[in-house]
Nanobody
Framework: QVQLVESGGGLVQAGGSLRLSCAAS????????MGWFRQARQKEREFVAG???????YYADSVKGRFTISRDNAKNAMYLQMNSLKPEDSAVYYC???????????????????WGQGTQVTVSS
């Protein structure tokens, strides 16, 4: 069983930055592919970024060059540094774990078994 808790969301002006954190429980955290997803109001949940156990990142086109995903397996933590934020980045952000995978970062949410409760990010124009 894996429990995930996100933090770091908030209100920021367009062009600003936020850093999200995901704290994970579970002894095999380092073996999982981890991902960030987001869901804006009245929209489907979408993939934002993912990272393999060894730290290889993968990004949605909409955030490439602005967001950076990282992980610290020793601390059972994952991060999402978000720069140059836009109003369209406003959403609830979720971290997720794919316990069946160590290397391939899937973009489909159905591949992730464990989810956090989400943290709200609001970007004002």
């Amino acid at each position: 069983q894996v429990q995930l808790v996100e933090s770091g969301g908030g209100l920021v002006q367009a062009g600003g930055s936020l850093r999200l954190s995901c704290a994970a429980s579970g002894r095999t955290f380092g073996h999982y592919v981890m991902g960030w997803f987001r869901q804006a109001r009245q929209k489907e949940r979408e993939f934002v970024a993912g990272i393999s156990w060894s730290g290889t990142p993968y990004y949605a086109d909409s955030v490439k060059g602005r967001f950076t995903i990282s992980r610290d397996n020793a601390k059972n933590a994952m991060y999402l540094q978000m720069n140059s934020l836009k109003p369209e980045d406003s959403a609830v952000y979720y971290c997720a774990a794919d316990s069946d995978n160590t290397i391939v970062v899937h973009t489909a949410q159905r591949m992730y078994e464990y989810w956090g409760q989400g943290t709200q990010v609001t970007v004002s124009s």
